[in-house]
Structure formats: structure tokens, C-alpha cells
């Protein structure tokens, strides 16, 4: 049965809409008129349409921001996918970590960006779950008063380089360089962050999970759904993304099916500073990666290909010490 772990009252949270220029050289956004409640905010999210895709000035809905996460475990590396059923949309997608930015983090988005992390994924073992620094500094263990956290073993966030365009909050530079782009269908500025999760060698039976929130009877609930990890690996080699899905659980990996599968529209085709989309066909963005679709390899394979590079490294150290 799901665990509730927190209720929150949406009507805390307040943000505010944007007035973005863009160029083909960078693109500027700050805040414009009053904050806005969750209802309000939504209520303000309709499509809209640009002349030019590289230079416009448009007043937009709000601010997102998402975390395009490179989880290191055991040698290899994924891109971690969520699972969200949106409700403003009415649909279901795999998308990155993402959240809205609230008004008084407008002008530090990456903070917003941190935070979602340590609430979206959850990394458990059997002493407990595993807490988080981003580079020298501890990230906030949102459920402490649902879940036991432990105070030795954190992962390790840090940010990766970002995008070739610069993007401005005001006279302020984004020094991590998202990539940005304006989402026609949610008239929303949206920035995506690259960052790495180092998963600490002495973790062992490791499972992950997502937690996000929903909106149930005017409270924001978050739950833990043991049953439905929701949260999903994808394999990287040499940097580029596999066609696979796994989930994790006790250090196995599980094939995941990708059958009728969509993904969010950070994924979609964006051109100059803009994405159309309101998401993507799993087949059709395998295609246009240039991917090959094959069945995923079990994860017994996946774990003796480990040992065998784990041994090939090994073999390596002590040829280099002899």
C-alpha cells in the first residue's frame, strides 16, 4: 500500500510571470507583476504561438526548471527518468526531474533544480536512505519524519557543463548554463540542468524510487509506492543514451517495457529557443537519435558485463603497481 510521506498546502507556494527576450546570442528573462498561486499559475498556462523561433519578446506563464541526472553506479552510467501522470495535461510520460521555481528562487534556479533531486529520487538501502550533498553542501532530507535517513554513505551531486547559449535572469548570468527553451503548448520558460549523482561504493542493495506530488482534495500529497518505482535507468555508452529502461531494486536491474511508452518534451525537436511539442513517441525519439531499439539485456548479463570490467580494471592497478 503507499505510504504518505508529507501534505503540503499549495496555496504556500507562489511564483511569478516572466518577461523573456530572446536573441539568437542568449535570452533574458526577469519577473513581471505579482505572485501567483499553483491555481493561478496554471489557469496562465496556455499555448501560445511565436513568429520567430531565435528572437521574440513574450510574456510567459512561469518558470520551470529539470535535471537531466547522470547516475554513476557500479562503473556504468544511466540517465534517470521519472514516471508522472500529468494532471494539467491528462496524460502519462517519462520526463526528467523537473518543478516549478518559485518566486524568491527566480534569480537561482539551481537551488530549485537541487531541491528536486532530494525530493524526486530516493535512494534506499537496507540501513536506510541514503542523504545527499551537492558538491561541499548537504542537500534537505525531505521525508526525515516519514523515512530513516543515514548519516554516513551520502551520494554526491555536481553539476555538469552546460549549454552553449548564455541565459540571463535580469543583468545576472547562469553561470551552470542550462539549456532553455519557451514550451508553446504551456507558455513556460523551462531550463534543464546537467548534473552527475556519484552513488557511494559501500551502498549495497540498492533500490531507487520516485516520489512526486499530486494534488488530492486542495493538499499537495507526496507517497512512496513500493510497488511502482517510478523511477527508470537508462543506459549510457561512451556518453550516448541505449534504448533500454531498467528500474533498480536491490541492485538488480529490471527490463522495463517500452511498449506505448511517451516521453516528456524535453525530449522533442527544439528549434532555436522553442519546442512545439507536447511530447514525443518513445519509438519515434529512437528514431530520431538514430537508435537501435533491441530487447533489453537481462540484468543478470548487465551485472557479469560489470564484474567482468570491475576485473578487467582490477587487473589493470595491479599490472601499473608490479
Not at 507562489?14 to 527576450?21: D, F, G, N, S
Not at 540498492?206 to 513500493?226: I, M, T
Not at 531498467?246 to 541492485?251: E, G
Not at 529557443?273 to 519509438?283: D, G, L, P, Q, T
Request: proline fraction near 7%; charged fraction near 25%.
Amino acid at each position: 500500500m503507499p505510504r504518505t510521506l508529507i501534505r503540503k498546502n499549495p496555496s504556500n507556494f507562489k511564483t511569478l510571470p516572466l518577461h523573456v527576450e530572446a536573441t539568437a546570442e542568449g535570452l533574458v528573462y526577469q519577473s513581471i507583476g505579482m505572485p501567483l498561486n499553483f491555481a493561478q499559475t496554471q489557469q496562465r498556462r496556455r499555448a501560445i504561438q511565436l513568429p520567430d523561433n531565435q528572437r521574440f519578446v513574450v510574456e510567459l506563464a512561469n518558470l520551470g526548471v529539470s535535471v537531466r541526472l547522470t547516475l554513476h553506479w557500479q562503473q556504468r552510467d544511466y540517465w534517470v527518468l521519472v514516471r508522472q501522470r500529468r494532471q494539467d495535461r491528462g496524460d502519462v510520460v517519462l520526463k526528467l526531474i523537473s518543478g516549478y521555481v518559485p518566486a524568491q528562487e527566480l534569480n537561482l534556479p539551481l537551488h530549485t533544480a537541487v531541491q528536486e533531486v532530494a525530493e524526486e529520487c530516493l535512494l534506499e538501502t537496507p540501513e536506510g536512505w541514503l542523504g545527499g550533498r551537492f558538491n561541499d553542501t548537504w542537500l534537505p532530507a525531505p521525508y526525515a519524519a516519514a523515512l530513516h535517513y543515514r548519516e554516513a554513505l551520502p551520494f554526491v551531486l555536481t553539476p555538469q557543463s552546460g549549454a552553449a547559449r548564455p541565459v540571463h535572469c535580469g543583468n545576472l548570468t547562469l553561470l551552470e548554463r542550462p539549456r532553455a527553451y519557451v514550451h508553446l503548448p504551456t507558455a513556460s520558460l523551462q531550463l534543464i540542468y546537467d548534473m552527475r549523482l556519484q552513488v557511494p561504493r559501500e551502498a549495497k542493495k540498492l533500490s531507487l524510487f520516485h516520489v512526486d506530488e499530486r494534488l488530492e482534495g486542495g493538499q499537495l500529497v507526496a507517497r512512496l509506492n513500493r510497488k511502482r518505482p517510478d523511477l527508470y535507468l537508462m543506459p549510457l555508452q561512451d556518453g550516448q543514451p541505449l534504448a533500454e529502461l531498467y528500474t533498480l531494486k536491490k541492485d538488480e536491474l529490471v527490463p522495463a517495457s517500452t511498449r506505448g511508452l511517451y516521453l516528456a518534451e524535453s525530449f522533442a525537436r527544439q528549434n532555436g529557443w522553442v519546442v512545439a511539442e507536447e511530447r514525443i513517441r518513445w519509438k519515434d525519439w529512437v528514431k530520431q537519435q538514430g537508435l537501435v531499439e533491441r530487447k533489453a539485456m537481462p540484468a543478470s548479463h548487465l551485472q557479469r558485463f560489470g564484474d567482468k570490467a570491475r576485473a578487467l580494471l582490477e587487473r589493470a592497478r595491479t599490472s601499473l603497481h608490479k
